[in-house]
């Protein structure tokens, strides 16, 4: 019988499966280079299995999920795909440390418009260098090729992250009090927060060679800048986590929206804004909008990326293990709506 000339492939529809299998065949070493004492068999199973580390009484599971954002837009502009690899495994292991976890697994999602396995490969290698910074294991993840929804060159990258943490030793806030110490760890730039509107004001899509374009505020060039992959805070907080009472990863929401998120029913906080020199990139994207004082500090990190509340008395112990952190304010009794005072 003579085959239908009218016959379609998956790949005619614009899926290539032997893409998707080389694309496979390149990062399966990437993840197995993240193996941890847990992880339960290979890359490529229906499922990731990790076994609970031994030795806790009570393990309490803590996860979390986010997506990289319009970042993307500028590393397919840029070419530098590697770095928003680590932004995500970083944004999500942070969500995790404020409660104090340690990071177990993780994994991703890659939607893209068309299937180019070296592009895949440089983003896993992204989240492998990220993943073993941080002492947890990429399991598995999933990689669609969807040209109806993206654009060739087009993707969109998400993760997810389990960890554990000790029931007694959960970081939530309820020990905040009023006359508490609140302290600053520098971002290293933007993180995963505000692209959308950053790329707007600066125009980076109706001017994408402006990104290649050397800006001596910046010591750099502004593509370099604004692609400086999300700082992990994990490896350099461990060991202070038995003094923290309340942390906040500062997001999408900046330093109003997120402390709050941590503060008991009563409480509010003093931030000295003073207190930190704001790296150039901001002053730069203010200027360029130009934005209102309030709506930088309700978009963007502006230079902090993670907020640690210690008891007063564990202050010097706590800075003198961590030198980089900056006190930054005080915990005060709340005496009218605003939890976050920005002097």
Partial sequence: ME????????QEAGVDIDAGSRAKALIKPLAASTN???VIGEIGHFGGMFQLPAGFKEPVLVSSTDSVGTKVKLAVQTGRLQGVGVDIV???????????????????????GQLVPEDVEQIVKGLA????????????????????LYQPGDFDLAGFVVGVVEREAIIDGSRVQAGDTVLGLPSSGLH????TLARRVLRTDDDPAALDAFSSELGRTLGEALLEPHRAYYPVLKPVLPF???MAHITGGGLL?????????GTAVEIDREAWERPPIFRLIQEAGPIEQHEMDRVFNQGIGMVLIVAEKDSMRVAGLLPEAISIGKVVSQNDETRVHLL
């Fill in 244 to 246: 923290i009472r309340g």
């Fill in 192 to 195: 995963t927060n505000g692209y």
């Fill in 3 to 10: 085959p239908d000339s009218t016959s379609k492939t998956y």
């Fill in 90 to 112: 970083s944004h999500c292991v942070n969500d995790i440390l404020v409660l104090g976890a340690e990071p177990l697994f993780f994994l991703d999602y890659i939607g893209i």
């Fill in 129 to 148: 260098v990220a993943c073993k910074s941080a002492g947890c294991a990429l399991i598995g993840g999933e990689t669609a090729e969807l040209p109806s």
């Fill in 36 to 38: 941890r004492p847990g």
């Fill in 257 to 265: 929206g997120n402390i709050p998120r941590v503060l008991p029913e």
